[in-house]
């Protein structure tokens, strides 16, 4: 299943030199004029950068940064990832992550109420294995990484409303094979499907959609005549439940019972959607990551656990 768009695109790469060249440029480019020309200039006299972070920006309800936006710097690439090396604690101190795992994941399982995602989350099983094992009738210990990766695509994708050429996109299935993969997802998760169905019912009748919490997003796009409007309102329907009681909701809740909870010198830096970057003493590094950890997991009975990696370092490329 994975020929097609793959092949294409190596064909591509091997059809003349500077198609992997240009590639190359355009992504040093980006990070030298957004990250390494600029971010130098916007230091204060004590030599720390500050964000700006609104609150009624993002639909969903996530703090948002700006000036500069410190939740897009690069972590997928290893050069983009060098980028974070530059952000260093002070002398004896250290930066703390906590982040979320699996949280949208976990709070479509909760808000679906299928059963199949909430018992493998409560078992501490990997989801997107156990979700290759269903699909392509495998032992759990035989998922391929290929296997693993499809269904993590269409995991995620399918909250979001891929459609069949963008999982076709995303993981190299022709057209066929990727419509035939939906088709099966659904068979295994008709819980989630349903759903899905049910809460963009609910937004054509009400035009709102709201989260776990009761925050709501006005969405009258929905019942538009235009098929590209209206697909986009259906998107973002179903798109808001999950991500705003995830990014909005529950990681709001974390940070505000945090921070009375932290070591004395340790603060909260930055929310970047589900993750969280404290500084403390470095003697208290560890005491900042179990706070963070132990509240993150216990601020909400979502009837899903909820799970928080912790990580501890001299500069944000270490976390």
């Given amino acids: 299943g994975f020929s097609t768009a793959a092949n294409e695109l ?34 204060d006299a004590k030599g720390r950068l500050h964000t700006r972070f609104s609150q009624t920006i993002a639909q969903t309800g996530r703090l948002n940064s700006t000036d500069p936006n410190l939740q897009n710097i690069p972590v997928r690439t290893e050069i983009g990832r060098e980028i974070r090396k530059a952000f260093v604690a002070p002398k004896g101190r250290v930066l703390v992550s906590a982040d ?22 409560k078992q501490g099983i990997d989801l997107h294995q156990q979700t290759a094992a269903e699909m392509f009738g495998v032992p759990l210990d035989q998922v391929t990484k290929e296997q693993r990766y499809s269904a993590k695509a269409i995991n995620f994708g399918v909250m979001y409303g891929m459609s069949t050429h963008g999982l076709s996109v995303a993981t190299g299935m022709n057209y066929d094979e990727a419509s035939h993969f939906i088709e099966r997802y659904f068979e295994i998760r008709k819980t989630l499907k349903d759903y899905i169905e049910k809460t963009k019912e609910f937004a054509r009748k009400h035009e709102y959609t709201e989260t776990l919490l ?7 796009e929905i019942n538009s005549n235009n098929y590209v409007i209206r697909n986009a309102a259906e998107r973002m329907a179903v798109n808001v439940p999950i991500q705003g009681t995830a990014t909005g909701d529950i990681m709001k809740m974390a940070m505000i019972a945090i921070k009375p909870k932290l070591p004395d010198g340790s603060e909260l830096l930055l929310q970047i959607h589900d993750e969280l970057i404290a500084e403390a003493d470095a003697s208290q590094g560890e005491a900042t990551a179990k706070v963070m950890k132990d509240t993150m997991e216990a601020i909400y009975n979502l009837g899903v656990p909820l799970v ?11 976390l």
């Fill in 100 to 121: 979320y795992s699996q949280i949208e994941l976990r709070v479509a399982a909760a808000l679906s109420k299928d059963k199949g995602m909430i018992e493998t989350f």
């Fill in 10 to 43: 190596e064909k591509l790469r091997e059809a003349h030199p500077i198609v992997p060249l240009i590639g190359e440029y355009r992504e040093l480019t980006k990070l030298q004029s957004t990250y390494v020309e600029t971010l130098p200039t916007m230091v």
């Fill in 214 to 220: 009761g925050r709501r997003r006005p969405c009258p």
């Fill in 308 to 318: 928080a990696d912790t990580a501890i370092g001299t500069n944000w490329g270490d």
